[in-house]
């Protein structure tokens, strides 16, 4: 997986945990992008794909929030959020990336698919 970039200003952090996942086809997994010191306004959830700018999914804003597009679903809890990925297909391989006003995390998923087998990593 690729580590993509991670802003911070001044004492504001966000780190996803785990910052990198390989997957195979199915295999469902979640991380965490958690927060510290930043006035909360709101935490957004973005995907890119490879060679393509960052794509906005969604914005959680309240405390058990929970929003879902295709087979990715957050949840907002306090000072982080948990990102799950429901049994992921080769069309869900890109990096995802979450952000706080203009702070974002490193990309936490990104799939390749394997030409011989035709499963995912």
């Given at each position: 997986c690729l580590k993509m970039?991670?802003?911070l200003h001044g004492e504001d952090q966000m780190e996803q945990s785990p910052e990198t996942l390989r997957l195979q086809e199915g295999e469902s997994s979640s991380s965490n992008?958690?927060?510290?010191?930043?006035?909360?306004?709101?935490?957004h959830e973005y995907r890119q794909d490879l060679g393509k700018?960052?794509?906005?999914?969604?914005?959680?804003?309240?405390?058990?929030?929970?929003?879902?597009?295709?087979?990715?679903r957050a949840t907002l809890l306090k000072k982080e959020s948990s990102v799950y990925l429901n049994a992921p297909k080769p069309e869900d391989s890109a990096t995802y990336l979450c952000a706080v006003g203009a702070q974002f995390s490193p990309?936490?998923?990104?799939?390749?698919?394997?030409?011989a087998s035709g499963a995912l990593e």
């Open positions: 970039f991670e802003w992008c958690s927060y510290r010191d930043i006035s909360f306004k709101g935490l700018g960052p794509r906005f999914l969604f914005s959680l804003y309240s405390i058990g929030e929970e929003k879902q597009k295709n087979r990715l990309g936490y998923c990104i799939l390749h698919q394997k030409p």
